[in-house]
């Protein structure tokens, strides 16, 4: 029996990304759907896929839109759980591929639902949170004690960033009530220092509660790394400005500058053998939305092949990094794990 996969945001930056590779990988029959047929019908003709009309507020047309569906895959931020709760009432299996944890948390209050219906929801799907909380999860498994990790997360600025992901970034750097720490934390395989801002990203929140560890921190930075440290002296006359956050996202949407690179920098502090010891990891690639594309795309292939049980769980209770190392050595990703005899100076 075929499986029907409904992409919901397909005609998105990353939800075209994604369809593409599922239409490729030939698991299945690929609907994309989201509120404007006329923009859905053009990318389904692009993509070789059907579409269909589908508003996440607008709960009259769930039942048609999911009617012969098995599978959804949500590409669009929400404030509300309602579409996860309908689609989980009915046995489906749910993946989100978004990045806020305060819905993260509301998608584990259906928990019940999911199993009194034999639904299934898989949440932190993509580059961060996604692939940073498997790297975590690897690094945390050569401890015997965990007890930090800390995050860095690197995005080109020469990148095809979508708008809903720059102005997302930018409100997180304008928000008046964010930190401001700043650190040096190392990219690459030189292990270069980049500055990078403390950011509220949901993988800290996610790993707080399922590996648990107790204290995890992310930062973000931008390449180049001269342009990060401008835009963080900068911070005082962005902190409380929302109102530019469109204008900024107009322009940085059609202006690309520097590099296309995606990096991860991790280390998880802890003990073994009764001594202190901290393991690094680092990822080296290039364009995030396609590595978002990736892992969501590897993550319903195994959900197809192999269901994961009823209930709402992360990537990184279901799955580990080693399922996902060969699909992006592929693609040019390289994922580095190494052991240091002791936490790094920036965890200190």
Known sequence: MTTTILIVGGYGHVGSRIARRLIALGIGTVVIAGRSCDKGRRAATKLGCSARSVDLSDPAGWQAALADIDMVVVCIDQDEVAFAAFALSRGILYIDVTATDALFRKVEQLEDLAKTNDGCAILSVGFAPGLTNLMVKACAGRLDQVHRATIGIMLGLGDDHGPAAIAW?????????????????????????????????????????????????????????????????????????????????????????????????????????GMPHAITAHFEGQHEAEITALIAAVTVEHALSARPPAGVHHLEVLMSLGTFVAPLGEEGGIIHLGDDPCPAPFMS
């Open 169 to 273: 970034t930018l409100k997180g750097i304008a928000d008046p009530g964010r930190s401001t720490e700043l650190v040096e934390l190392p990219f690459g395989a030189k292990a270069r220092n980049h500055p990078a801002l403390a950011f509220d990203f949901a993988d800290q929140h996610v790993l707080r509660r399922t590996l648990p560890i107790p204290d995890v921190a992310t930062y973000l930075t931008f390449c180049p790394a001269a342009i990060s440290r401008l835009l963080f002296r900068a911070l005082p006359l962005l902190r409380g400005r929302s109102a530019w956050v469109p204008t900024l996202t107009r322009i940085l949407s059609r202006l690309r500058f520097g590099s296309k690179r995606a990096a991860l920098s991790i280390v998880v502090s802890g003990s073994r053998n």
